[in-house]
């Protein structure tokens, strides 16, 4: 047999291994969505998604900041906030909270809210509207990975949220001046 056909034979051999490996490869099995924590391994992005608060930022009043008792605020002023030493940064951080997006559901039955930081939470976020309630955001701690950080609007279930969330926070926090009612205090 010449060089020729030595070659023809290599690929033919070549092709029926790679054909043999396809027709019989076993499927890796499905990766399971959640961990033994019941948190997310990853987000599916065709999944539709989850907001953690619906409102309008238009509509909001008043924005209070609390971070282990101290108050920080800003307050709507037509089209200005009064109480932040930077132009925008109320407007920034409530785009922020709109676009906040539940990763997953904890639940709120028999769940002991210390176990996520959230009784009492270091951190509230406290929106003040005209017209409606003031809508409240206890944020607790980071998940055992740090990826994520679990939060709680109102009296509703406990919920994990990407970690950005906290440096948004923090962000807004040194922004805000401190509250009237905080500097009375002082």
Do not use: C
Not at 77 to 93: C, I, L, N
Not at 115 to 141: C, H, K, N
Not at 153 to 177: I, Q
Request: aromatic share 10%; charged share 25%.
């Amino acid at each position: 047999m010449g060089v020729r056909g030595t070659l023809w034979l290599a690929l033919l051999t070549l092709v029926v291994v790679v054909a043999y490996f396809f027709a019989f490869e076993e499927k890796p099995p499905e990766l399971p969505r959640v961990t033994l924590l019941g948190e997310p391994l990853y987000v599916d992005p065709s999944a539709p998604k989850e907001y953690v608060l619906r409102f309008d930022p238009e509509l909001v009043r008043r924005v209070l900041l609390v971070q282990h008792g101290a108050v920080r605020s800003a307050e709507r002023s037509g089209s200005r906030w009064r109480g932040s030493r930077k132009r925008g940064a109320p407007d920034e951080f409530l785009e922020s909270l709109r676009e906040l997006v539940v990763l997953t559901t904890i639940g709120s039955a028999g769940l002991d809210l210390a176990d996520y930081g959230l009784a009492p939470p270091s951190r509230q976020v406290v929106l003040e509207f005209s017209g409606r309630p003031p809508t409240r955001l206890s944020i607790g701690d980071r998940n055992p990975s740090g990826t994520a950080v679990y939060v709680r609007v109102g009296d509703g279930p406990v919920l994990l949220v990407g970690s950005l969330l906290l440096w948004e926070f923090e962000k807004a926090y040194a922004a805000f001046e401190e509250s009237e009612a905080q500097r009375n205090a002082s």
